[in-house]
């Protein structure tokens, strides 16, 4: 079981596509939040529009582009449905979303 850990940011929930841990928001050297950035990544990786991720998370796609050009960070709660979602759309997806998002924390 993972443990709270404090950085730069907000309280979050996150997911390891099964299972929800508690921990902080991660940035990057660059204030970045890691959401947004694995975000970023696996869509374009996967070849998952942002309106198609809008579509199946139920919101307006302008809330997505804010969270893909780092304007705003997604709430715990958003990235938890992010990761559902992706994982519906593309199991694989998901999987490097949480690997990108949390990095070597879920390793075996």
Not at 16 to 28: K, Q, T
Not at 49 to 66: C, E, M, P, T, Y
């Amino acid at each position: 079981m993972l443990s709270f850990a404090t950085t730069k940011g907000t309280m979050a929930d996150v997911v390891d596509v099964d299972n929800i841990y508690p921990l902080a928001i991660l940035w990057d050297d660059q204030g970045m939040g890691r959401a947004n950035q694995a975000l970023k990544q696996v869509l374009e990786t996967y070849g998952i529009s942002q309106n198609k991720l809008a579509v199946a998370l139920g919101i307006d796609r302008s809330a997505v582009f804010k969270w893909v050009h780092d304007q705003r960070e997604p709430s715990s709660e958003t990235i938890v449905e992010i990761t559902q979602v992706l994982k519906t759309l593309n199991p694989l997806a998901a999987k490097e979303f949480v690997k990108l998002y949390l990095g070597t924390i879920v390793e075996d």
